[in-house]
């Protein structure tokens, strides 16, 4: 299991899980349970690979897939982006709700009209394994979206369907090579490679042209605070046609 010290929000309960037949919880059951299971699950900082490689594009429409707790949807909003943040879970996009509401109040305090900054943020519950956008958006983002309920494959081919021409897909998640060593990270079918997310989704096509396709290596911080270096696969892509 993925833990809290990490800066990732909607990451997967892979202990030793495969993707099966066998009945098993709902994915917003499973994702309900874990979120109350803890305060705070994740950081609540924006993920450091969105910072990086959205923070010189020019805002307009964003949609944001597993938003788990809103630290990127947030962040996002706070750069001039209206976002959908979209995830499973109905405790995690509460919180995501009640986190943008006390951002939004920190900047009123500092803004300098009066009256109170309107929500920037659309939250909305969906099953990512059946989830179909609806109209497209000048960043789709998808954030470590790992789950056991469901294979990478369609959630993030629908996330690519739903980039505008000249609009931007970003997509990071765990490198199956480049792990963390504690946990029982034995699920490799829900991670992913560069190459896979390319080949997958179709991104070596005339209609796309990939900017950034590379593993990034970074420290995180394990349970018992020890550290290990592990590696994010990003990749960045701009929708052609």
């Not at 982006?81 to 109905?90: G, I, L, N, P």
């Not at 590696?231 to 701009?238: C, H, K």
């Amino acid at each position: 299991m993925t833990q809290q010290g990490e800066d990732h929000h909607h990451i997967t309960d892979d202990g030793g899980t495969r993707l099966t037949d066998e009945p098993r919880q709902s994915a917003a059951e499973a994702w309900d349970e874990r979120y109350r299971s803890k305060p705070k699950l994740w950081s609540g900082k924006p993920n450091q690979q969105l910072v990086r490689e959205g923070g010189g594009l020019r805002p307009g429409k964003a949609l944001d897939l597993g938003c788990g707790e809103g630290a990127d949807a947030i962040w996002l909003a706070q750069q001039g982006w209206t976002v959908t943040a979209v995830d499973v879970s109905a405790v995690a996009l509460e919180r995501a709700a009640t986190h943008e509401k006390a951002a939004l109040e920190r900047e009123s305090v500092h803004a300098e009209g009066p009256g109170e900054i309107p929500s920037r943020i659309h939250w909305e519950q969906c099953d990512l394994a059946e989830w179909q956008p609806e109209g497209t958006y000048d960043l789709v983002s998808s954030q470590f979206l790992h789950s056991p309920q469901f294979a990478w494959q369609g959630p993030l081919r629908a996330a690519a369907a739903a980039v505008k021409p000249g609009g931007t897909l970003l997509i990071v998640g765990h490198h199956p090579d480049r792990l963390p060593p504690w946990g029982n990270h034995t699920a490799a079918e829900m991670f992913y490679t560069p190459a896979q997310l390319v080949q997958e989704l179709g991104l070596d096509s005339p209609e796309w042209q990939v900017e950034v396709k590379t593993t990034r290596e970074r420290v995180t911080a394990g349970p018992d605070g020890r550290e290990a270096m592990i590696g994010d696969t990003v990749l960045r892509a701009t929708r052609l046609a």
